[in-house]
């Protein structure tokens, strides 16, 4: 697995088409490639230059990109670019559809949550050599959110911060629990879920060693970056917390 996370045999050359499939949509549809080769869809939403600081956000479970629709735009408003990425696990949410999955099944390929760590791998080797920003950011959604801390722990030198929306111990990365590499993470973190989520990551946040903070709801809020919706009741509360860990990120005039 060490050798696919880590290697460089993607694509940097890649096709943007103007995507249709939502009126909310503001960004454009890339695609490129794993270090097994699979086709990667993603959507980039460039609101400022090369040098603006960049987030990259990974979906939950059974999602795809679209679980970002409403939220890069304020993002982007926030002073952020932003890439919003299908991983191979996953199916579709607010009408889009994972186009990463789609073709991965249609290649036979395994689609469970630690196949998408070379497609994770390949979004932040993407943009980091790609687009080379000044600081580049990791945001995962549940399964992915733990990964996050993997990231991490292997990326440190080269990322400034990592935000986990409802991570917890899904499985093991090479036969270590997700706490074992939070433990290693030298960067911000931030943390948040549903109030009743709280044991699910108590220990990873507890093993993190760098800056962090954290944020729960009174409300019971909601599972994943869908908490950041305007459905979800505490959305405000959620992005108050949010910005306020990303402002660090801000330059200041």
Request: proline share 3%; aromatic share 14%; with cysteine.
């Amino acid at each position: 697995m060490k050798n696919l996370l880590v290697s460089l045999c993607f694509l940097f050359t890649f096709s943007i088409i103007v995507a249709q499939t939502s009126d909310d949509f503001n960004g454009e549809t890339i695609h490129f490639n794993a270090s097994d080769g699979l086709e990667i869809t993603a959507d980039l939403y460039m609101a400022h230059d090369d040098q603006a600081p960049f987030i990259i956000l990974y979906h939950q479970a059974g999602y795809s990109r679209g679980e970002y629709l409403s939220i890069a735009p304020k993002l982007n408003a926030m002073g952020f670019n932003c890439l919003a990425v299908d991983q191979r696990s996953g199916n579709q949410v607010n009408n889009i559809i994972n186009q990463t999955n789609k073709e991965a099944v249609k290649q036979n390929k395994p689609t469970e949550y630690l196949d998408a760590l070379a497609d994770i791998e390949a979004a932040y080797l993407y943009v980091k050599h790609g687009i080379k920003p000044s600081k580049l950011i990791l945001w995962g959604s549940s399964y992915s959110a733990a990964i996050m801390f993997y990231m991490g722990s292997e990326h440190h030198d080269n990322l400034s911060g990592l935000l986990a929306f409802a991570p917890g111990e899904y499985f093991k990365i090479n036969g270590k629990e997700i706490n074992n590499y939070a433990s290693r993470v030298t960067v911000p973190v931030f943390v948040t879920s549903a109030k009743s989520e709280y044991d699910n990551w108590k220990s990873i946040y507890a093993n993190v060693k760098s800056k962090k903070s954290f944020f729960l709801p009174d409300t019971e809020g909601k599972h994943g970056s869908k908490a950041l919706w305007e459905s979800n009741l505490s959305e405000a509360a959620y992005w108050a917390a949010v910005s306020d860990f990303l402002n660090q990120f801000i330059s200041k005039p």
